[in-house]
């Protein structure tokens, strides 16, 4: 089931990990982004590190350019978009063991998802995303719903989100708000920072991580619809 939204400004290095919550946040000085285009260009020679199940993926830790950056959650779904990508999804177990296989191989902290809470203009009034934390998150590359967090998915062994973190609650928690009220909108997987082994954490948008990308079919699609002879 697909959920319909505007998605207009809301749209690795192995260093030591950033806290996983702030008691203060940080004050952005980068008000008003949007989603980045994908360049023709750049996604003709897009890193394809993996493959699986006719998508491409590339880690940012294993690309010289993007080894030793970590990005915010809107920076990340725009590096991966100019390759015609996105934030990785993840509706299967398949796909998401693979992925944890990778942060587990690499020892990797933490990675963005392109998961997103419905929290934003266009998700009031909304009976079927009620409540938030259980039905209202999503998947932004392709606006999928993601299943009822509080159960197994269907198709599953076993239910991804963490069985606790900052408040020692299964995730998702909301933790930073009670701390300097932001939300936590966003979907990471966290390495064992809550001694949880690798699991999916909510967790506040502007932290800084780094990323795994996905081939996205919509951006690559429209690439070759407006790029005549170029090869994808």
């Given amino acids: 089931m697909k959920i319909v939204l505007v998605l207009a400004a809301v749209a690795c290095a192995y260093a030591a990990a950033e806290p996983a919550i702030n008691e203060v946040r940080p004050v952005s000085n980068r008000p008003g982004r949007f989603l980045s285009l994908p360049v023709p260009q750049k996604c003709a020679n897009r890193p394809k590190q993996f493959f699986f199940r006719g998508h491409n993926y ?137 001694n949880d082994g690798i699991a999916w954490h909510d967790v506040a948008c502007y932290h800084e991580k780094p990323i795994v990308c996905e081939d996205s079919d919509e951006l690559l699609n429209y690439v070759a619809s407006t790029n005549r002879g170029l090869r994808l």
Wanted: some cysteine.
């Fill in 58 to 194: 590339f880690f940012s830790g294993s690309i010289p350019e993007l080894a030793n950056r970590k990005v915010d959650w809107l920076d990340g779904r725009n590096i991966c978009r100019e390759y015609c990508m996105d934030l990785v999804t993840l509706e299967t177990q398949e796909e998401n063991n693979m992925i944890f296989r990778l942060i587990q191989q690499n020892d990797v902290p933490y990675i963005w998802t392109s998961g997103r809470l419905c929290d934003f203009k266009g998700c009031e009034n909304r009976p079927d995303l009620e409540p938030k934390n259980v039905f209202g998150w999503f998947w932004s590359s392709n606006r999928e719903k993601i299943q009822p967090t509080n159960r197994t998915p269907n198709g599953w062994s076993y239910n991804p989100w963490s069985q606790t973190g900052h408040k020692k609650q299964r995730q998702p928690d909301n933790a930073e708000f009670d701390i300097n009220s932001t939300t936590e909108s966003c979907l990471s997987i966290l390495n064992n920072v809550y």
